[in-house]
């Protein structure tokens, strides 16, 4: 069993920068692929970032690429998100997800099967 906390969010202004951090309890971090994702008012939950279990091969959605640095620290059991140069669109919920144990990180919210409670990122214009 996985559990998942994320802090971080917050208000800012187009052009700057938040890390999201996701707090993981359980014994299995190490072995669990991470991944970043995101929903908006009125729209589907999206993928952002993932990560694979030691860190070594990182995904992005193309929206983020460049803009958004995605990282864990496995003797802390933390995952984080570093969002630059952030846009009014990337105004959202952020959710962190921990996937199967020995898989690959994935685009998919449905090969994930832990969640945290999400986080809330405001970027005003």
């Known amino acids: 069993q996985v559990q998942l906390v994320e802090s971080g969010g917050g208000l800012v202004q187009a052009g700057g920068s938040l890390r999201l951090s996701c707090a993981a309890s359980g014994r299995t971090f190490s072995l669990n692929p991470m991944g970043w994702f995101r929903q908006a008012p009125g729209k589907e939950r999206e993928f952002v970032a993932g990560?694979?279990?030691?860190?070594?091969?990182?995904i992005y959605a193309d929206s983020v690429k460049g803009r958004f640095t995605i990282s864990r620290d496995n003797a802390k059991n933390t995952m984080y998100l570093q969002m630059n140069s952030l846009k009014p669109e990337d105004t959202a919920v952020y959710y962190c997800a921990a996937g199967p144990i020995l898989t690959a990180p994935a685009q998919k919210s449905d090969e994930y099967n832990y969640w945290g409670q999400g986080t809330q990122v405001t970027v005003s214009s």
């Open positions: 990560i694979s279990r030691k860190g070594g091969t990182t």
